[in-house]
């Protein structure tokens, strides 16, 4: 079913165009380097993707390999040691059996650990992978800290501390789409780790990021509708524009 998964070269394709827009309307600005950067990011994490969808074969063999020496002890232990001698007092017996029992609740506790290590090798990879996409979502948001519709008002007096100017409105609301689009293709890359791996943590950690990302293109988008009325009324604030 090729509408039910995300598809990684797609999303490659569909950050290629991106970039290409991007780099086209701004040239030289520091969004078409992150756009660039991006599809670099979409590759890698293609390939990311690809490497957690595998069987670690090495991990499971070292597991295989342990459990099967622990159980050769135990037969070790069931097959050459006598217990001709042992007491068969009642006391002795509750002893022998809560040793046992602990025994049987450590190799059962430690088997687990030892199988789940797979999955925990690759969360930790995925968590790593997540980091910088949540790096880049913020440097996504620190470009479009500054373009405001404010600056369209017939109110507005800039300072000297006030950033430079040089885009018109039209201009502007572009800008603002492509940050847009910057961050919810940074959302998407966000759910190809969740696709490869089914562990809540990292289904957590991904929901994160997209709800990171969505706040901040409401945001965005807040914006751009503020462009389209003609820029904000008189007594809004922005709060971020000295």
Not at 215 to 220: H, V
Request: proline share 4%; charged share 25%.
């Amino acid at each position: 079913m090729p509408y039910r998964k995300l598809d990684p070269a797609r999303i490659i394709d569909t950050a290629k165009i991106l970039s290409a827009r991007v780099a086209e309307r701004f040239p030289d600005s520091g969004l078409s380097k992150i756009a660039a950067e991006m599809v670099n990011l979409a590759r890698d994490t293609e390939k990311t993707a690809a490497e957690l969808e595998q069987p670690i074969w090495w991990l499971r063999a070292m597991v295989f390999l342990v459990v099967g020496a622990g159980m050769l002890v135990f037969i070790f232990v069931g097959t050459f040691l006598s217990f001709d001698r042992m007491s068969s007092t009642a006391f002795d017996l509750v002893q022998g059996i809560e040793a046992a029992i602990n025994m049987i609740v450590l190799l059962g506790l430690g088997m687990f650990t030892l199988v789940n290590l797979e999955e925990r090798f690759k969360r930790r990879r995925v968590l790593k992978s997540l980091h910088g996409l949540r790096s880049i979502i913020h440097v996504i948001d620190m470009h479009q800290l500054t373009k405001d519709p404010v600056v369209f008002s017939r109110d507005f007096k800039p300072t000297a501390s006030s950033p430079k100017r040089v885009m018109g409105a039209p201009d502007l609301k572009r800008y603002l789409d492509y940050c847009s689009e910057l961050l919810s293709l940074s959302g998407k890359l966000a759910a190809l780790h969740a696709q490869s791996v089914n562990d809540r943590d990292v289904v957590e950690a991904v929901n994160d990021i997209e709800n990171l990302a969505a706040n901040l293109s409401r945001k965005i988008w807040q914006k751009i509708a503020m462009i389209d009325e003609g820029g904000p009324r008189r007594g809004s604030r922005t709060g971020n524009i000295a």
